[in-house]
């Protein structure tokens, strides 16, 4: 998914055969004869259909993963950033400029309820989702600091924990435990500045196992995990990664940036290749780059602007 | 460019009242006196002032609008009655300094000048400095400068000018100017107000809509038919102005300017938010005044200025919450407040000797708030307090200029002067500007510059919640240009001028947002810039008999903007390319026809294609915006009748219906008309 640049309305999909090694980029335009809209956030592959959030134009599409057509629509959001299914036509919808997290029918194609966070519309917001049984949690990132506990079965708000200033990313491991990286907010932030943090959360009893404290000046984020959940990757200037087990950060990175500016991140579920994206300066193609498991350079690939988010179409 | 008039203006004849008895368009032709009026204090300028033609075509027209026809400079719009920038030479918005009677206006936050909030009839004289010329008025203008000014009425008596106007979009426009020239006092007071839904409709490429069969399976589909939305307009204006000649050769002055605006933020074509249950819009309320004392002598001239700036700015972003009940996401709110101090002395020396010293003082203050957050302290509070993000700063700005002009020759002259800026507790490096111009006969001259320049980071580049970046270095820059300029004209019958620019600028530390990792953007100083190319315009006048005339202005700019900064990474693609959003080439033209009371005046603009991104990609869809070629209309009809004039104008704006973006995704409208009458009480 690459963002484009917000106001621009110049997002677009890129789409990448790591069997044929082949990329074809614009795929949504190309296919549907209209552009993808303004800030494209993420996507995720559900009951056979690629489900893109496009933020900054208040619209979620469903698209053929095979002819990249539109097949569905789903409108009358705020400002979309990532939806999560439920079951076979129950999803979540969080965003940001809006605390209602939205539940919609993705055959109806409707919004059906919201759940009340408990914030107001000025300062409450909600980001990426993970569910673990029949809880989903959800990270609040934007001048938040807490992750919040949702029961599926009732759409309420059960628990909330407060893990540190500003969580930005969530992923879960093999063993079920919360990954989530907090970027501590900006010096001079009047809602505080902190260090950045890596925690492991027990899902059971939402609490903090482990926090790894990062280094002052660090800006880690992207958090990613391997297909069996064994390892977690993150960004902070390189790529690093660490198992689910260990109990200290790495010291040195699996990947070192030398002359790349890497942007977002994910990896092969399947073969454990990691892929990089580098928006070089934010207003051109941006690359993605190929690497071993072993962080060894594979190949490379030109994508559109700022590539922020991937979606693997196999885990359909 | 060079200083050039069309001759008696429709505005300024109307002063005069001639037309009274003779409601005629077709205008005297002056001779030109080129040579033996060169003013000292222009020597080597490129300059191009705007007639008050051009300023007093349509009530409802804005600066933005009459400088994309009537310039050479590059006008970006971001939809009708939305926000208009414009930039010179290849550089940026912020690089273009604009002065009113005298004082700057560019936002101190922002750097720039919304063009579209100025209208046309509040403007007496609109004068463009190109390049280094702008040394002259004010540092700061890597592009430019632009001087708007009011002037007193040479009409003595009362004089009155009332226009209304109806347009599409539900648009009605209101204009009501009283002067008073006396002996000694003149007055002159200006209202203009505007409202409109500017619910255009569009042809939206950007969205498709789909058919289905009975068995609801899509069988077609197709671009929809959309509309603008929250893109209401609402704006008035009130200026008042005094003008005080008193004994020994003093002048006074007091200009005041109030402005309330209330504009809709309108939405992309690619949004899919249906624009019902939200509020998107901005408001400003500003007050501009500005008090002024001159006073001449046999050979010196000085004057003092003071001025104060407040602003009131704010953007409300806010959406049904389903139960009619609006719920606000974003209030952002801006106070500022300049003080400004000026004071210049002009000495004539000799007769062919001037020298020039200049004092101008700016005090900042400006508070602004981007949003509110709940303060983490009681964020598990029952009652959270909230806290504002944003910034409160001062800073004072000040700038010393000392020039010396000289005719060496009666046809070489020179112009050599020093300009030294001072922005919170920094001093810029002394600036150097070299002016010389030489009449190769009495048709034509030569003119060349060469200067430096500096233009310090904005508040906001320095202090922005978050992301603003206190160790921001200044944009440097020096220029080179150097130019030709023809005027012939035969007293009533044509008139004729005509000019050409090279220009050469080199700037350092260009100030580009980028975004952080931690998802909100900062300023860097990142870009080296070289922007070059030519300017050319012409204009002129033909008298075809005595009832009809042609006049005409055309502009054509060459305008490459290179990119010559260090790669941001190995796989940058951005170097040796054109800047964003910079057309490589623009041209405008008006041409007007005149038979005794009717006129048709034609306006056409060109922009070839902007880049979006900064490798200048144009295999996607997404990577430029289309060239365009504009075209408007107006036709006028003035009646005399015993107590009045009055005048008919039916304009037709985008006369070939043509679909275009200014800016990539913000919807321009098609085909639309305005209606006017205007009337002119006559006080005999």
Redesign the interface.
Known sequence: MCE??Y????A?LSYYDPDEKQVQ??IF?RS???????VVQSMVMHDGLGWVV?N????IFAIDPATFR?VR?I?G??SPRYIHFLGERKAYVTQI??PRIYVVDSQTCTITDYIDTGM????GSTEMMVQIGKYVYVNC??????ILMIDTETDTITKEL?VG??P?SLVKDCNDKLWTIT?G??E?????HERATLSRLDADDFVIEQTFLFEAGD?P?ALATNGDGTVIYW?NGGIYAMKASDEALPVQPLISAK???FYSLTVDPVNGDIYAS????????G?VKRYSPEGIMLD?FSV???PGNFCWRESM | MSATLLGFSAGVLAQNEWWNNDPSYVTPIEESAVVAERPLGEIGQQKTSLDSAALCLTVSQSMADVLTYNSSIFVKQYGRGSLATVSFRGTAASHTQVTWNGMKINSPMLGMTDFSLIPSYFTDRATLLHGSSSLAVTGGGLGGAIMLETAPSQKPGWDIDAVIGAGSYSTWDGFLRVNYGGHKLKSSTRVAATISKNDFTYRN????EYTYDKAGIPNGSY?PIDTNRCGSIRDLHLMQDFYYTADGGNKLSLNVWLMSSLRGVPL??????SGVGYINQQNENTLRAVTGWEKSGNDYIVSAKAGWLHTRQGYD???D?GNGEM?????SRSIINTFHAFTQGKWFAAERLMLTAQVAAYQHFVKSTD???????S??AITPE????GYDEARFESSAYLSVKWNATKNLGFSAALREELYGDKLSPIIPVINADYLINKYLTAKISASRNYRYPTLNDLYF???GNPDLLPESGYSYDAGIAFSRSKEGRWKFNASATWFDSYIDNWIVW???????WTPRN?KKVHAYGVETRADGKLNLGSDWQVSGSGCFAWTPSINHGDP???????IGKQL?YIPQFSASSVIALAYRNWRLSYKWCWYSERY????N?IT????RVLPYIMNDIVLERRFAVKWSSISLKLAVNNLFDEEYESV??HPMPGRNFEFFIEVTPSFK
């Open positions: 484009g640049n106001m621009y309305g110049n677009s980029n614009e335009a549907n004869a209209f552009p993808i809209g303004d496009v900054n134009s208040g619209v539109e629509r409108t959001f705020t400029w809006d107001d519309f000025e300062t990132w934007s001048y938040q600091n807490r407060v200033i500003q930005s970027d907010g900006y001079g932030s009047p809602y505080g800006t984020r960004i002359n790349e500016l580098d928006a070089i300066d934010y207003t051109q193609n690359i490379t559109g602007i700022n | 490429y950007k969205k498709k671009y992309l074509s690619v949004d899919y938010r972003f806010a959406r919450k719920a606000t996401m974003i209030a949003r509110n957050a709940l303060s983490m302290v964020s598990t909230k806290i504002a993000i919640l978050p992301g980028i975004p952080t990792f931690k998802g909100y990142v941001a990474d190995w796989a940058d693609e951005a964003v979006t991104t900064s490798d990609d996607t869809r997404i990577g990539l995704n």
